[in-house]
């Protein structure tokens, strides 16, 4: 720092004064130009990964992918030549294919062509992730962009402003400044010249004894103690903090204009243009928002009232409390959060982890509790089974209520829907949220609308029977914002799904017959695990084989299962391997420490779980493992279930088994199961009334016992079945 007093006649200190001026500005450029630095290495990065998998999506094309239009391509040529494969293709230049026995001029450039568009559009549909399954050199060197990105970033932000403010001020001046240093100089300048150089003397150094100086010192000293970890930290830190870094890989895509934004979902431009113009303040949110998620609060804050339907795991809970974040920020002081029982635990456990708001749970009657968020205010977290239990006084106002789960209240006659209205009055915002696609239903979709904008749920109520059409959709823009997984979310590690179809043992096929017989739909459905001795399951011993597998390969499992006895049979099967199971008499609070317990478990924990209970409210991303031990009738629950572990976070491919008995009821599910997928998708995506698939739901156990009692009178015994192994389990 420069002394107290300038002395102009002192050369010496003019000269320090002007050294100390130019370090400075010298080591805040450098400070600013490492974030254009991780940007370019995490290009690199990015291209390098890109270009590794292309090459590895194209070797598994078969090379017969080059007749995809019927060009009528002599595609046995280019096999007899050993060119099997589209890697091997792309590879080869025109005069290469031209070489190729029985390939003309005319056919190899268009080979060539056509090659270059797949590999174009390959490389076009990739979605770079970082997952530790794949630690390579490109990878390291993604993360180490990303790290390095995420603890300078804030140093580089002051620099960049530093710079920004300063720089050309600072250049000028110290041109000026310069006679005032030498004795020559200082001889032969002119009157005017003197003064100019002493006036741009005595302002450099009032900046390096003023903010400038103490902005500048403090900066260097933070970035200083800054610390980029070594590779094997940085992987450690992704595992624990996966969310965070694929936020600032989302955000480095959108700054090098890679990362296509689908955060819209066919919103009118104007409605857009509106949305982008809106302010948040998000600084004190302890959450790096992903760009969807920006424009999903932005939303959120410009329209109001509102229906947040983004799909699930894709961060519908943080953009509810970064609106509650940029609200406090204006000097809002309450808000309430009604969600069912099941994920009261985890709402109020997230808002502490992501911001400073104070946290009020309400149960019940809790008159004590209400008073005291009344009166200090913060964040009410409370079930629709405890709003009709306690008031507000009349005159009471608070500035946002969210309704988590909103389907909860289609019924309009319903009391819990009631008193979610009478709270919804005294709110100056109302956000509902769900998962669940209400397209397929529009009615209820109606009423929901309703209590938010009974302006628009009026206009679509006429327009219900054209629920597939683009206007349809279009007047739901101003309340309804939903977005799925495919749309926005890059990061998530692929899902991989197998079918594990195991063959049964004499005495399976004597309990399955009977349920047949007997068409007790129930029973049917749980083959395999019905015997006595759980040990001579076919399924069991599948189930176990998978969890072996996982252990070693340093993942652990969530195991699924519709029915307790199934639940109870494979607890006693994996002993203390497997955690408490959660079931539907397990507690709310419980299941978040079973969660908990198993997140901090060694690698090959087992979770089990009854699907209706652990397939909603619940995050268990530290499972990459997923297991059902058979089939579900709702592809939404299946879904649901799925989610838990596939969703925003999961740092590891995804696999899900699928544990099913050959030649039975489970063969008959999925033959229909994947009809009714389609129309599932085509009905609640596309916004239809989905009466047919309500329908094709009702009469879906009549069917598959009738065609499993139709296809087992074809035999005069069961089939062949396995022999049972004598060697236990």
């Avoid at 302002?203 to 390096?208: A, E, R, T, V």
């Avoid at 007997?518 to 395999?528: I, L």
């Avoid at 699907?611 to 579900?632: D, H, K, M, R």
């Amino acid at each position: 720092m420069a002394q107290n007093t300038l002395n102009l006649q002192d050369r010496k200190q003019v000269r320090d004064i002007l050294s100390l001026i130019a370090d400075y500005d010298e080591a805040v450029a450098k400070i600013a130009a490492l974030g254009q630095a991780d940007r370019d290495s995490a290009q690199q990065a990015i291209r390098a990964l890109s270009e590794r998998e292309t090459e590895q999506i194209l070797s598994g094309m078969d090379v017969e992918t080059i007749n995809r239009d019927r060009l009528g391509i002599r595609v046995a040529a280019l096999r007899a030549a050993g060119i099997t494969d589209m890697e091997k293709l792309c590879r080869l230049s025109v005069d290469q294919i031209n070489a190729v026995k029985g390939i003309g001029d005319e056919a190899a450039y268009l080979i060539f062509t056509v090659a270059g568009r797949i590999r174009q559009e390959v490389r076009t549909d990739l979605k770079v992730r970082l997952s530790l399954d794949d630690r390579s050199e490109e990878a390291g060197r993604l993360l180490h962009a990303l790290g390095s990105s995420m603890r300078s970033g804030p140093c580089v932000h002051k620099a960049q402003s530093l710079y920004d403010s300063y720089h050309d001020t600072l250049k000028e001046a110290y041109q000026k400044a310069r006679p005032a240093s030498g004795s020559l100089r200082w001889v032969f300048a002119s009157r005017e010249k003197k003064k100019e150089a002493a006036d741009a003397a005595l302002y450099l150094y009032s900046l390096l004894t003023g903010e400038y100086g103490e902005r500048v010192d403090a900066l260097l000293k933070e970035f200083d103690a800054l610390e980029i970890p070594d590779i094997e930290t940085l992987w450690a830190d992704f595992e624990q903090n996966s969310a965070a870094y694929y936020a600032q890989l989302d955000k480095l895509d959108r700054e090098l204009g890679a990362a296509i934004d689908n955060s819209y979902s066919g919103l009118p431009e104007d409605l857009i243009r509106l949305v982008e113009q809106q302010p948040i303040y998000v600084d004190e949110l302890k959450a790096t928002l992903r760009g969807y998620q920006e424009f999903g609060v932005r939303y959120i804050l410009r329209q109001g009232n509102v229906l947040l339907g983004d799909e699930m795991g894709l961060g519908k809970t943080v953009q509810a409390i970064a609106a509650m974040v940029s609200l406090k920020t204006l000097g809002a002081t309450h808000f309430m959060v009604v969600c069912p029982a099941s994920v009261l635990v985890n709402w109020a456990r997230e808002i502490k982890q992501f911001s400073d708001l104070p946290v009020t749970l309400i149960k019940g009657g809790d008159f004590a509790a209400s008073r005291s968020w009344q009166e200090n205010g913060g964040v009410a977290v409370t079930t629709y089974e405890s709003i009709s239990r306690f008031a507000l006084p009349q005159d009471f106002q608070f500035s946002m209520l969210i309704a988590d789960e909103a389907h909860y209240v289609k019924n309009p006659a319903a009391r819990r829907t009631q008193s979610l209205l009478l709270f919804s009055r005294k709110a100056q915002r109302t956000l509902f949220m769900t998962g669940t696609p209400l397209e397929n239903r529009v009615d209820e979709m109606c009423f929901i609308i309703s209590c938010l904008r009974p302006d628009i749920a009026g206009e679509i109520r006429q327009m219900k029977y054209i629920s597939a059409a683009p206007q349809f959709r279009e007047k739901l823009a101003p309340v309804y914002l939903r977005r799925t997984r495919e749309n926005v979310l890059s990061e998530l590690p692929a899902l991989i799904e197998k079918e594990q179809w195991v063959e049964m043992t004499a005495e399976e096929w004597t309990h399955y017959m009977l349920s047949v017989a007997q068409e007790n739909f129930m029973a049917m459905r749980q083959v395999s695990w019905d015997v006595p001795d759980v040990r001579k399951s076919s399924k069991a011993k599948r189930l176990l084989e998978l969890c072996r597998e996982a252990e070693e390969d340093g993942r652990k499992v969530i195991v699924f299962s519709f029915f307790r006895q199934t639940i109870d049979k494979v607890k006693k099967l994996l002993g203390d391997k497997a955690m408490e199971p959660i079931t539907g008499s397990v507690s709310a609070l419980r299941r978040q420490q079973i969660v908990d317990e198993f997140t901090a478990a060694d690698d090959g924990a087992v979770l089990i779980c009854q699907v209706q209970a652990g397939g909603t409210g619940l995050n268990i991303q530290a499972a990459s493992v997923i297991i059902f031990c058979e089939p579900q009738i709702k592809p939404s629950i299946e879904n649901q279930a799925v989610s838990r572990a596939y969703r925003m976070g999961q740092i590891r491919n995804v696999m899900v088994h699928r544990l099913l008995s050959d030649n039975t009821v489970d063969e008959r599910i999925l033959e229909l199961l994947r009809e009714k997928q389609e129309q599932f998708d085509l009905y609640a995506e596309e916004s239809a009334t989905g009466s047919e698939y309500m329908k094709a739901e009702s009469s879906l156990s009549a069917a598959i016992i009738a065609m499993e009692k139709e296809r087992l009178e074809g035999f005069e015994a069961a089939p062949e079945p396995l022999e049972e192994e004598s060697e236990s389990v």
